[in-house]
């Protein structure tokens, strides 16, 4: 499996950028997905999830209501909208697939991981 991340760039806080990230090789339909960011220095954070249904959905308490994770199955996408984007938000953005019985926050249920997408936000 391959997971392309894309849609980062420079954007003014306030601002609002839509990461979207396309997986090959299988369908990721069965399973839950999430994204992860990582700031320079700093370790690598839970951001948001998304169960294999699109019924439930997880976020960091410092994106929540700001940020909305959603899916589309039949392209086999994950996006991820960001409203009101603060400087620290700024970070490389990865995307992952959810594969182990662990807490949606915790990486080590995720099998797949995208190469990761850099957001950056200018005061």
């Known amino acids: 499996v391959q997971l392309q991340a894309s849609g980062g760039g420079l954007v003014q806080a306030g601002g609002s950028l839509r990461l979207s990230c396309a997986a090959s090789?299988?369908?990721?339909?069965?399973?839950?997905v999430g994204w992860f960011r990582q700031a320079p220095g700093k370790a690598r954070e839970f951001v948001a999830a998304?169960?294999?249904?699109?019924?439930?959905?997880y976020y960091a308490d410092s994106v929540k209501g700001r940020f909305t994770i959603s899916r589309d199955n039949a392209m086999n996408t994950v996006y991820l909208q960001m409203n009101s984007l603060k400087p620290e938000d700024t970070a490389v953005y990865y995307c992952?697939?959810?594969?182990?019985?662990?807490?949606?926050?915790?990486?080590?249920?995720?099998?797949?991981w995208g190469q990761g997408t850099l957001v950056t936000v200018s005061s």
């Open positions: 998304l169960s294999a249904s699109g019924g439930s959905t």
């Open positions: 090789g299988r369908t990721f339909s069965r399973n839950p």
């Open positions: 992952a697939i959810r594969g182990a019985n662990y807490p949606y926050a915790d990486p080590r249920g995720y099998d797949y």
